[in-house]
């Protein structure tokens, strides 16, 4: 596969999109954003000035540009920034044909996409990920959202994008620490829908999973086709069909991910959230007698394999349950987990024991085995 290829993965249901994964794609934003539009508001993480600027050049030969730079990380997720970038739109004069174009990671495509989902009820968004976790993960879907104090992406919209650039290119300066959180939702595609992404991982040698490798290539195509097949099936997670937990199953190890983030002031990054909590949820299962040991082990040493934390004991179990509680997938005062019954077999755990969601933490903390 050449480095000018281009892969199109297609997102079906009412309102179609393209996700396309290659390199130096900005000459594609004006198919995707539409004749139409006369506006492009260009919101992009602070830091990524030197790479926002191809992209702000690109838009400039065809539209007006409104350059607005967020807060980094999840410090972009929040009311008053949203405030800022609506008055800005509305002192520049956007209307519902203008458009926003996220240059980012997660918490970019989070905000921005919440910003594009609100500003007049819902204008065209392009989202261009550069990150390996937003390419795999928020740009893809439609969800958008900001967090409160209360914990995280509790406010938001489904608000799916007119079309998504997975510029591989940009991973070329992501630090080594950002490119390994990432993979964190790539492997729990894997254990949730696709085998051969754990397989891929296990037999790569880490050191060579760089952004110009076809096996990150593979890896990243492979993370969004999953993702693409559930959201399409489900898009504002209503539930699956039978047993199947529908979109949810996106959520897999999530419910603790999100408490550790918030415990940690969010120091500890998504993706190495996401492990912990798939680890977690794997010993949960385990505990209550559905997931075969084997792959509860299989979860610690592939996720470790790539150099992803597989324990954690920097907050005490109570606080973590305190914050679970108010998880999307709550009922009422009842936990629900994603859990797996086998490799790609994603089944809702409702209710568990509480003496094995804390005997599962105490798993993770290195208390007992």
Known sequence: MTESSETVLHVGGSAPYDVVVGHHLAARLPEMLGA???????????????????????????YDVLALGLPEGEGAKTVAVAA?????????????????????GGATTDLGGFVAATWLRGVRVVHVPTTLLA??????????GINTGAGKNL??????????????????????????????????????ADPEILRIVEQTDPATLTWDSAELRELVERAIAVKIAVVVDDLRETGGRGDHPGRE????????AHAIERASDYRVRHGEAVALGCVYVAELARLAGVLNPAVARRHRETFARVGLPVTWADAPFEQLRETMAIDK???????????????????VLAGPDEDQLREAYQVLTGERE
Request: glycine share 12%.
């Open 36 to 62: 139409q539009t006369q506006r492009v508001a260009l919101l992009y993480a602070g830091a990524l000035g030197a790479l926002a600027q191809p992209v702000a050049d690109a838009l400039a030969a065809h």
């Open 84 to 104: 800022d970038c609506w008055e800005a739109l509305g002192e520049s004069g956007f209307t519902r044909s203008d458009a926003v174009v996220t240059l980012g």
């Open 135 to 144: 390419m795999v993960d928020a740009a893809v879907g439609g969800k958008t």
């Open 155 to 192: 406010v938001g919209s489904f608000h799916e994008p007119a079309g998504v650039l997975c510029d591989l290119a940009a991973l070329e300066t992501l630090p080594g620490p950002e490119l390994v959180a990432g993979l964190g939702e790539v492997i729990k595609c894997g254990f949730i």
């Open 249 to 256: 199953m996106l959520n897999y190890g999530h419910t603790l």
């Open 329 to 347: 997938k709550s009922r009422g005062s009842q936990l629900r987990f994603v859990v797996l019954h086998d490799l790609a077999q994603p089944r």
